[in-house]
């Protein structure tokens, strides 16, 4: 496991959106249309988050219509924690994020 993942808005706004359903595995094309994030940043920090241990990530198992299979993501016990306490610092930040109070109230 690597250090944990530097905060930045990019960050925090992907961690909102998965903590808003913890537990439901997550493709990166709709991670994109619901944060807005482009993918050349969502990638990469979906990547950090995995190598810090946040995040569990695996194929998908039956693509349906012949589609190829999708990499799909979900915030790990230790990363939902992580997620929240980072959530926390970022409160004091000037960023309008969406959901941001109710998540960190945990």
Do not use: C, F, N
């Not at 695996?58 to 959530?87: D, F, K, S």
């Not at 926390?88 to 969406?98: E, I, M, N, V």
């Amino acid at each position: 496991m690597s250090r944990s993942p530097r905060l930045s808005r990019q960050t925090a706004t992907l961690l909102v959106e998965l903590l808003a359903k913890p537990g439901s595995w997550r493709y990166g094309y709709d991670l994109i249309k619901t944060t807005g994030l482009s993918a050349g940043t969502l990638y990469p920090t979906l990547i950090r988050l995995a190598d810090s241990g946040w995040l569990m990530t695996r194929w998908e198992a039956r693509p349906e219509g012949g589609r190829p299979p999708r990499h799909l993501y979900r915030l790990t016990g230790a990363g939902v924690r992580a997620a929240q306490a980072m959530l926390a610092r970022a409160a004091d930040r000037d960023w309008a994020l969406p959901g941001l109070p109710g998540l960190i109230r945990g």
